[in-house]
């Protein structure tokens, strides 16, 4: 278990609103990562980040920002979320003895009518 | 650019029947690879993973051999269980240190049945 917790679990919002999810760790990660996961596609990378106010733009970034003022938590924003935003959203962690494994939170099934 | 190549599920098996799923990749340099799995309703948890050519992962009675000269690590299981059932991920991790991404194949579902 490396910790790691998102919120909230379910989100149902409608088109044109701000969203934002939050990504909490408790054993001081510098990396963390957000992903969606669709049907088809596997688990495609949004953001990540690689210390505190050190971020960088995955392969489908757009329509996202991501902010980390702290270790501990890593916040997705979607600005004006869209039906094509639908997804299950997960948050992970880089660790393992040769740190080079992902460890994923249990997700954000987020439903944007 | 890199990427995994997964065989199409579902993958549907009697209890105690041997388990193949198909995985090749594409990448420059020296990829790690790895397997996670996914049961319904739940996060990506990290089956096994193996680092340079020849290495075997092994966990839980799965195993996945890196073969470098085929570009493949097929995840295998000599006896499925009902417990197996699950989403199989296929992923390779390239690129310098700071860089580093997970690239996924698509999952293949695989049901067991008693």
């Known amino acids: 278990d490396a910790g790691i917790t998102q919120s909230p679990r379910h989100k149902v919002t409608e088109t044109g609103t701000p969203v934002t999810l939050r990504c909490h760790q408790t054993e001081n990660h510098r990396y963390m990562y957000w992903y969606r996961q669709d049907p088809g596609h596997g688990l495609r990378l949004i953001h990540y980040s690689y210390g505190v106010k050190d971020t960088d733009k995955g392969e489908v970034s757009d329509g996202y920002s991501v902010s980390r003022s702290k270790t501990e938590d890593f916040l997705l924003t979607l600005e004006s979320a869209t039906s094509s935003q639908t997804s299950v959203y997960f948050c992970a962690i880089r660790g393992g003895s040769s740190y080079n494994e992902q460890f994923f939170g249990p997700g954000t099934r987020l439903t944007v009518l | 650019g890199d990427s995994v190549t997964q065989m199409e599920g579902p993958v549907t098996l009697s209890e105690e029947a041997f388990l193949t799923i198909n995985c090749t990749y594409t990448?420059?340099?020296?990829?790690?690879l790895f397997w996670y799995v996914q049961y319904p309703g739940e996060g990506l948890q990290l089956l096994l993973k193996a680092t340079k050519a020849d290495d075997k992962g092994s966990n839980k009675g799965f195993e996945a051999t890196y073969r470098k000269e085929t570009t493949s690590f097929h995840l295998e299981k000599g006896s499925v269980q009902v417990s197996d059932s699950a989403v199989y991920f296929c992923a390779l991790m390239a690129g310098d240190y700071n860089t580093d991404k997970l690239i996924f194949g698509t999952g293949t579902r695989l049901q067991v049945f008693p």
């Open positions: 990448a420059t340099g020296y990829p790690s």
